[in-house]
Every structure is written in structure tokens, then in C-alpha cells.
């Protein structure tokens, strides 16, 4: 390990930070990883078994390599690039100026992705969410009333009952205080029973059924439940979660997901890599100095395009090019939804109900566009105000949300023109990069009509919407009301030891088996959990000092509505 991410004091140091502890399944994976007992072993005549990993994001790397530690012998393949959704791209007039088209604010509360960021060596910093502490200021724009603030104070107070409403509804609603306590102090006992009967009472809300029906929010008025799905909360506005189920919601913002963010320095997808090319200190099996990278020969192996099974029981994998292989066991981390569309599946595999969860996903569309410009000329002061020329903004028109990035005043900086969310990102759909700029930028002349933005816009503005990638096909899942049967099916897979015998041998990771999908940390979580299925199935086990997530599934694991 050859740093530790420092995280600054939020004023609560006394306590216990808050995790990612989901209230689902409270299993501390961030004290697992850091067991000296480590994750668990297989038998020795095991060492050297081929397992497949299909998807070369931070699901399947992390899972490959513990696999890997374990003395087992991963096999990833990887439809484009190693990173998935962790996934960087340079500006071609200045290789160093990156940006991240998938993740890139990273919560400081997801400590089992931070075990990861540490070990590989990666700096991270404080990302400029709207009204964070590093964000010199922030614009809030709606119905073409502009706000300056430099802190939350210095908005009108209309937006401080907005923020109270949400509290307040959390509060009376979803015993948010008690809840992060509990959270706070790893209570598992309080978690689940606060949780659990959350559930069945709240699994068929919408997030908009939520706000309208709470008493704080029917108080303060149809403009309050507006703006607060314009404005949100943590990372801006959440109007176009609203159609999901709040216990998506609840999940987010009991664990702080999203507060508290940080950068990774040269680029998210710089994770990923450092996963392929880690040489782990202490290794079963095989000699120091391996890595995944060394153990492919450099390249992972190709796109998947069909899993069966193979007459010997064993789990056969073909490639696109034809290639195929047969492995005791396999990991796939890609979106769920490729299992069906774009890879021939064989469906005895899963048994019906896990087609129908499968197949149920619900996925979110996003879409980013990036510009480099010279220098970070935001932070000049209009003479005629004293406030700086451009701020972080919030706003109604179609960019929704335009965050500014930069690493120092002599450096290009880096401005997120518009990052959107489903409806919001499918109206950029059609469009190519040039078109979603151009209408960017007016959008910003409206609400700033004395800069020039476009004068300071160096080279090809760099775009992403994930729908259109038939990699992914969505940027990630985000359950719809009614779909808690549906995630508790394909998040507890793994443990199960009732299965029929054809339905054996392969495991779901990644960030759609996730309770918190969208959130990186949920696919190191389920790549862990797919490490411990794929152990047990080789006839390994966990240290009893250090229990595995499956040894602790059926004491607090998710409840079931079935
Ligand atoms: C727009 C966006 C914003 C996000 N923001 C944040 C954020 O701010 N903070 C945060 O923590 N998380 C964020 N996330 C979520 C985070 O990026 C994901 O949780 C994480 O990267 C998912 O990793 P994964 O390994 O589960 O899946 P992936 O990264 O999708 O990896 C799966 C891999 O499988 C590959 N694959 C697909 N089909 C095949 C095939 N047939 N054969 C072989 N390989 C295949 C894909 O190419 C991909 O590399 C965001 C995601 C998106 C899309």
C-alpha cells in the first residue's frame, strides 16, 4: 500500500464515520478486506484453475484479482477496453487533461473502493459538487432567475425550506438520524429493523410519491417540490429519479453516497489499470511479480458472444473470433442485460425467476459533454459585482448541470458543460458532439450574457451518452418500483447452495447486482461477493476469524418478499 486516501474532518470526526454499510446487507466489506486472515483459500490442488471473469471493469478486476491472491488463475475477457464504466478520455490537444465519462466522483463513504484506490497508490481530491466547500461558487437558474451563492447561506431563504422539507421528510418518513447512527456505529440489529420494515411499506413508492405524500413537502408547496427536483441535494437535482423507487433513494442517502466526493487524480479509469497491473506482496500459488496484466500476456482475452455449458459440466465461454474455453467456474461483471441481449446465454443456466429479474432491470440513460479551454477564467472577478465570471451551475434549461474542473491557473481547464439523466440525456440522443456543444453554450450565454465562453474553448469537445454503447446499453440500474424482489434474487445469487446442478457454477458481479448501482463501491462489494461464491464452489472457505459476506447472508442479509 503506498498511500492512504486522508480524508479531511467533516465536523462529526468524534464519530465514527458513516460507510456504505446498505442497510440491505450490512456487511462490513472494508473491515473484511482488511482482516490480516484475508478473504479465504481454496485447496491446494485447486491452485492454477483457469475462472473466467467476463468484463474487464472494477468489478470483475477486483474479483479476478482476489481471485488471482487466492492462487486461482483468472481469465478476463473484455469487450473494448480494461475499465468499463470507470472509462477516461484525453483531450487530443493535451494528452495529460482528462476526463471521466462514467464515474468520477467517488464518496468518501465507499471504503471498500477506497481499500482499492489506497492499495494501487491513486490521489484523489475533493470534487466541486454544487455548494461543497471546495466549490469557489455556485449558480443556481430557474425559470430565468439567476442565484449567486458562495455558500448555501448566501441563497434566498426559499431554498433553505426546500432543503428543510427534504430533512424534514427523511426524517418523519425514513428515520434518517437513527438510521446513520446506526450506520455510523456498524448497529447491525437497528439497521435491519429499521430497514426492514421500510421495505415492505415503501418498496411500491416512487421517489416523486414519496416527496408529494410527505407532510414537510405538502407544507411548503408545489414550487418547493419543483425547485427541490431541480436543485436535489449532494450532486444537484434528482427530478429524474423520481419515476424510481425511493428505497433507491433512501439507499443513497443514508450511506452519504452523495456527499462528500472525491476525484481521482489523472482519471478515474487509472483504478482499473492499477487493478491489472498490481503485483500483489503476498500471493498462493504464484511467483512475486504477477499480475492480471502478466498473467494475459498484457491483453485480456476478447468479447464474449456465448456461455453453456459444456458436456463435462464445466462453463464453456466463446469468444467473437471463435476462441472458446471451459472453465470450473465463472464471474460475469458486465451489465446484466448483455446476458440476455448480447451474449448468447444459454438459459438453463438461471432458473426463471433470475431470467424474469434479469431481464426486469430497469437502466439509467446519461449523457456528458466535455470542453477544454485555456485556463480556469471562472475564477475572474466581473468588476462591475465582485463575483466570479462563471460558476458551478444548476439550472432548468437543457444542460441541468455544468461543472467546472481544473488543476491550477496555468493549466487548460476543464468545463462538464451538461451532465443529464434519462429524459434529460435523451434529448442530447441524436445529436452529435459538435451540436450538443453549440446548444450548450447558449444555453450558458442566457444565464451568462457577458462571457464568452466559446472564445476560450481549445480543440473537440469530448461526448458520451452509455445508452448508445452496445457495451452497456444504460449508464447503470436504477430500480422502479416493485423491483425489490427482483434486485434481492440477483444481489443474494451467489450464496446460493440449493441450486440445481446446471445452474451451478457461474456467478453475477458488478454494479446491476449492486444495491447501489451507480455507485462504484457496490461493484467492488458484489465482485467480492462473487469471489467468495466461486471459492465455496471450488471447495474452499473463509478463516473463521474472518467470515465471508456468505457465511453472514441468511443472518442479516436482504429480507425476502417472495
Ligand atoms: C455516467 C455514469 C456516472 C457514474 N458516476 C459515478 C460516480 O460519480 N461515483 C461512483 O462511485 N460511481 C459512478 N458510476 C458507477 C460506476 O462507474 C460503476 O459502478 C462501475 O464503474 C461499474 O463497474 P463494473 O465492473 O460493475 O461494470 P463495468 O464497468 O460496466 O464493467 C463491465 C465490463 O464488461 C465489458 N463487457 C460488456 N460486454 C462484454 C462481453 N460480451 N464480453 C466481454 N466483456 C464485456 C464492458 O466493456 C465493461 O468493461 C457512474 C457510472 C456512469 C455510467
Redesign the pocket.
Known amino acids: 500500500m503506498t498511500a492512504v486516501t486522508e480524508f479531511p474532518s467533516d465536523g462529526a470526526a468524534k464519530q465514527p464515520p458513516i460507510t456504505m454499510l446498505n442497510p440491505d446487507f450490512p456487511f462490513s466489506y472494508d473491515h473484511f478486506l482488511a482482516h490480516p486472515a484475508g478473504l479465504g483459500s481454496v485447496p491446494e490442488e485447486m491452485y492454477g484453475t483457469e475462472v473466467a471473469v467476463?468484463?474487464?471493469?472494477?468489478?470483475?478486476?477486483v474479483a479476478a484479482l482476489e481471485l488471482m491472491k487466492m492462487g486461482l488463475k483468472p481469465v478476463v475477457?473484455?469487450?473494448?477496453?480494461?475499465?468499463?464504466?470507470?472509462r477516461s478520455e484525453s483531450f487530443a490537444a493535451a494528452k495529460d487533461v482528462t476526463v471521466d465519462?462514467?464515474?468520477?466522483?467517488?464518496?468518501e463513504s465507499?471504503k471498500a473502493?477506497y481499500h482499492y484506490i489506497d492499495m494501487v497508490g491513486l490521489e484523489t481530491e475533493a470534487f466541486p459538487n454544487p455548494l461543497s466547500e471546495v466549490t469557489p461558487s455556485t449558480v443556481v437558474e430557474l425559470g430565468g432567475v439567476k442565484h449567486y451563492a458562495e455558500t448555501p447561506a448566501d441563497l434566498p431563504e426559499f431554498f433553505s425550506h426546500v432543503a428543510d422539507a427534504w430533512r424534514a421528510a427523511v426524517e418523519d418518513d425514513a428515520q434518517f438520524l437513527e438510521m446513520q447512527t446506526a450506520i455510523r456505529e456498524r448497529d447491525v440489529p437497528t439497521i435491519k429493523r429499521i430497514w426492514n420494515e421500510l421495505v415492505p411499506r415503501m418498496d411500491e413508492q416512487t421517489f416523486y410519491g414519496f416527496i408529494a405524500a410527505s407532510d414537510a413537502f405538502k407544507k411548503a408547496g408545489f414550487a418547493a417540490r419543483e425547485a427541490f427536483g431541480q436543485v436535489g441535494f449532494g450532486t444537484g437535482g434528482w427530478d429524474t429519479d423520481f419515476p424510481n423507487s425511493i428505497l433507491e433513494i433512501l439507499r443513497v442517502v443514508y450511506t452519504d453516497a452523495d456527499d462528500r466526493?472525491r476525484r481521482i487524480l489523472g482519471g478515474?479509469q487509472r483504478l482499473p489499470e492499477g487493478l491489472w497491473a498490481y503485483e500483489p506482496a503476498e500471493m498462493k500459488h504464484w511467483p512475486a511479480g504477477t499480475s492480471l496484466r502478466s498473467l494475459h500476456n498484457g491483453a485480456p482475452a476478447?468479447?464474449?458472444?456465448r456461455i453453456r455449458r459444456a458436456e463435462n459440466g464445466d462453463i464453456e465461454i466463446s469468444e467473437r473470433w471463435g476462441r472458446k474455453a471451459t472453465y470450473k467456474a465463472a464471474i460475469t461483471?458486465?451489465?446484466s442485460w448483455?446476458l440476455s441481449t448480447?451474449?448468447d446465454t444459454e438459459e438453463a443456466l438461471f432458473s426463471p425467476e433470475m431470467w424474469m429479474a434479469l431481464e426486469r432491470s430497469h437502466y439509467m440513460q446519461?449523457s456528458?459533454t466535455f470542453v477544454m479551454v485555456d485556463r480556469p477564467f471562472w475564477k475572474d472577478k466581473d468588476p462591475k459585482t465582485g463575483q466570479d465570471v462563471m460558476s458551478m451551475t444548476l439550472t432548468d434549461r437543457l444542460n441541468r448541470a455544468t461543472y467546472l474542473l481544473d488543476d491550477g491557473p496555468d493549466k487548460p481547464g476543464v468545463i462538464l458543460l451538461s451532465y443529464t439523466w434519462n429524459d434529460d440525456a435523451m434529448k442530447w440522443l441524436s445529436l452529435d458532439a459538435t451540436q450538443r456543444m453549440e446548444l450548450m453554450l447558449h444555453s450558458l450565454a442566457q444565464i451568462y450574457p457577458d462571457v464568452d465562453i466559446a472564445s476560450h474553448v481549445v480543440g473537440q469537445p469530448i461526448t458520451?451518452s452509455?445508452e448508445s454503447d452496445p457495451?452497456?446499453m444504460g449508464?447503470?440500474k436504477a430500480n422502479l418500483p416493485g423491483h425489490y424482489r427482483y434486485q434481492q434474487r440477483l444481489f443474494t445469487h451467489f450464496a446460493k447452495d440449493d441450486l440445481p446442478k446446471h445452474q451451478r457454477g457461474i456467478f453475477l458481479?458488478?454494479?446491476?447486482i449492486?444495491w447501489t448501482?451507480?455507485?462504484?463501491?457496490?461493484?467492488v462489494q458484489?465482485?467480492l461477493n462473487a469471489v467468495w461464491g466461486v471459492m465455496k464452489h471450488l471447495g474452499g472457505e473463509c478463516s473463521p476469524e474472518n467470515p465471508g459476506p456468505g457465511e453472514l447472508l441468511g443472518e442479516y442479509g436482504p429480507i425476502s418478499l417472495d
Open positions: 467476463v468484463g474487464g471493469g472494477v468489478s470483475g478486476l475477457y473484455e469487450a473494448d477496453r480494461i475499465g468499463g464504466r470507470l465519462l462514467g464515474g468520477m466522483r467517488f464518496p465507499s473502493l466526493h478515474a476478447g468479447e464474449v458472444r461483471s458486465c451489465q448483455l448480447r451474449i446519461s456528458k458520451v452509455w457495451n452497456f449508464a447503470f458481479a458488478g454494479d446491476d449492486s448501482a451507480g455507485w462504484a463501491e457496490g461493484a458484489t465482485g
